[in-house]
Structure formats: C-alpha cells, structure tokens
Nanobody, 120 residues
Framework: QVHVVESGGGLVQPGGSLRLSCAASGSIFKISAMGWYRQAPGKQRELVATITSGGSTNYADSVKGRFTISRDNAKNTVYLQMNSLKPGDTAVYHC??????????????WGQGTQVTVSS
C-alpha cells in the first residue's frame, strides 16, 4: 500500500510565494515521473509541471519562469515552488506519482489536493 500526503497550500497575496510538497510512503520500489496538476472552480484539471526520474522538467506555458518543480528521490517527495503568484493560479493542486510498487506493479497515485488561493 502507498500513502501520498500533500502540504503547503494556503492564502497568499498576488506576487507572493508558496511551496507545495507531496510525500509518498509505503510499498514503493521506485517512482518514475512526478507531477503537479491543478483544477480551478468550473474548469478542467490541467497540467502544471512534471519531472522525470532523471530530472527532466516540463511546465505549462502559464507558469514558466514562475514555478519550479523538484524532487528528492531519497524522500520520495516532489516539490512545487511557486513565485510571483497571480489570482489566476488559484486552484486545488494535486500531485501525481507514477509508482512501481514492491510487487513490481506500476500504478498512478494522486494526492488529496491542497488549496492555493491568491487574493488581496
């Protein structure tokens, strides 16, 4: 069994910063890609950023230059540093992990979601 816990959301003023964390624990053999997605009210879930096991990153155009995704493989954790936040970044943020379990079963896991609100 694999447990995924997110943290770090909250209320921040425009121009501010937040750092999200997503930590996995349990029967993990390895984690391939890790990513962050977000869903604003009335909108579909969208990709924010991804990072491969080798460290290659990919970002949505709307966050390039403002957000940075990183990972700590020893801790099975992925981070999202968000700077220069805008009201349009307001959403529930979910992490996604491509996990291979100790039984060598590949499976996607999602975090429970953390609310990010950017408002003055």
């Amino acid at each position: 069994q694999v447990h995924v816990v997110e943290s770090g959301g909250g209320l921040v003023q425009p121009g501010g910063s937040l750092r999200l964390s997503c930590a996995a624990s349990g029967s993990i053999f390895k984690i391939s890609a890790m990513g962050w997605y977000r869903q604003a009210p009335g909108k579909q879930r969208e990709l924010v950023a991804t990072i491969t096991s080798g460290g290659s990153t990919n970002y949505a155009d709307s966050v390039k230059g403002r957000f940075t995704i990183s990972r700590d493989n020893a801790k099975n954790t992925v981070y999202l540093q968000m700077n220069s936040l805008k009201p349009g970044d307001t959403a529930v943020y979910h992490c996604n992990l491509e996990v291979v379990t100790t039984t060598l079963t590949p499976r996607d896991y999602w975090g429970q979601g953390t609310q990010v609100t950017v408002s003055s």
